[in-house]
């Protein structure tokens, strides 16, 4: 179905972002991986994928958090028709706790790269008159949690850039949505567990359910899997007039 599409997928060596470069390379996509660790194993990961798949699928090392790496992975990348917005960084702590240089880099990393992307990627989607970008935002793209001050202002934030270029290039082929998924155990999330843990004096499987399952009606974590099917829907041509919007894949959270 992506077939001739170049998809880059920034922070994807693991977690949401993995997953999602594996179901673009499924659907016939030339993916490039990124992080910011090139190592062997980041280089291996793409091989891997590349012999699973039949894709082509290449590594690039840029850091999310310096605009001129964004823009360079584009470059780097040869430009791409499907930009998959999803590096992302947290941190929890008071505001007035909050440690300076951890709100600059979840802004950088979480908001401030998919400015970057997206502008280098738009002038190249504009020719072919094709593109899609996909932003992965947050439930608390949508609605807040105490002591992730940061993140809720990023993923706030990445829903209005989704918003702003949706409407620039309204009409032009390309279309530009949020995704803002619930809880997915990944790193990011198994990394909050044994603060939480003891923060609460909890065993692990009663911080998952009480905590963070709390808001999460259906009490199950999504899985990168299912984002990674959202992302292709968003790419296929059913989603062509689907633009400007946030798509919630959270067990019914944002209903509530
Ligand atoms: P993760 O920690 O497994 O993955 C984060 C990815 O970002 C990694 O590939 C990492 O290499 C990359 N990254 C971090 N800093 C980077 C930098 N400076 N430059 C380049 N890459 C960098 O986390 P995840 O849960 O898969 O999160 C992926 C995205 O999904 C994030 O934007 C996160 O906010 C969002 N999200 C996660 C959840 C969840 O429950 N896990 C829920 C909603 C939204």
Redesign the pocket.
Known sequence: MLKGKRAVV??????????IALELAKAGAEVII????DRDEDHAMAAQMSAETGATVRYIA?????GE?CRALIEKAGGCDILV??????HVAPVEDFPVEKWN?II???LS?AFHTSAAALPGMKAKGWGRIVN?????GLTASPFKSA?VSA?HGVVGLTKTIALEEAGKGITCNAI??????????E?QIPDTMKQYNMDRETVIRQVLLDRQPSKQ??T?EE?GGTTVFLCSDAAAQITGTTISVDGGWTAM
């Open positions: 920034t922070g994807s060596n693991s977690g949401i972002g993995h997953g990124n992080s910011f660790t840029a850091d999310m958090s310096k790496d917005n999803n590096a992302g960084i947290q880099a950088a990393i979480n790269s992965i935002a947050s439930a608390h993140y993923k803002c998924p619930g809880y997915v155990l990944t790193p990011l999330v990394n974590f999504v990168v984002l």
